[in-house]
């Protein structure tokens, strides 16, 4: 069973950076897709930004898409996001996804950020 894992939260001042990583524990060519939600306080889970496997196409929430990029690395399995221009609003929780065919889809444990001067 894959297992993902996700670290770089932490607090950070309103206008600056931070990059996560969600680092998978074994690879299977099921997954066809990585993603990062978030989730706030007394809010829905959102989608962030996601990547497609192969090919590398990506896509971003309307409020992040100039702000954030999303990367892999297939040599280490890991998945990266690249947090720049942080705000208040991006306060979250930040989830790891892996969409995989025929199987359900793998969460990671998430990560706390924090924007907040």
């Known amino acids: 069973q894959v297992q993902l894992v996700e670290s770089g939260g932490g607090l950070v001042q309103p206008g600056g950076s931070l990059r996560l990583s969600c680092a998978a524990s074994?690879?299977?060519?099921?997954?066809?897709?990585m993603s990062w939600y978030r989730q706030a306080p007394g809010k829905e889970r959102e989608l962030v930004a996601g990547?497609?496997?192969?090919?590398?196409?990506?896509t971003y929430a309307g409020d992040v898409e100039d702000r954030f990029t999303v990367s892999r690395d297939a040599t280490k399995n890991t998945m990266y996001l690249q947090m720049a221009s942080l705000k208040p609003e991006d306060t979250a929780v930040y989830f790891c996804?892996?969409?995989?065919?025929?199987?359900?889809?793998?969460w990671g444990q998430g990560t706390q950020v924090t924007v907040s001067s």
């Open positions: 996804n892996a969409a995989l065919r025929n199987r359900p889809a793998i």
């Open positions: 074994a690879w299977t060519w099921a997954i066809y897709a």
């Open positions: 990547i497609i496997i192969p090919g590398g196409r990506t």
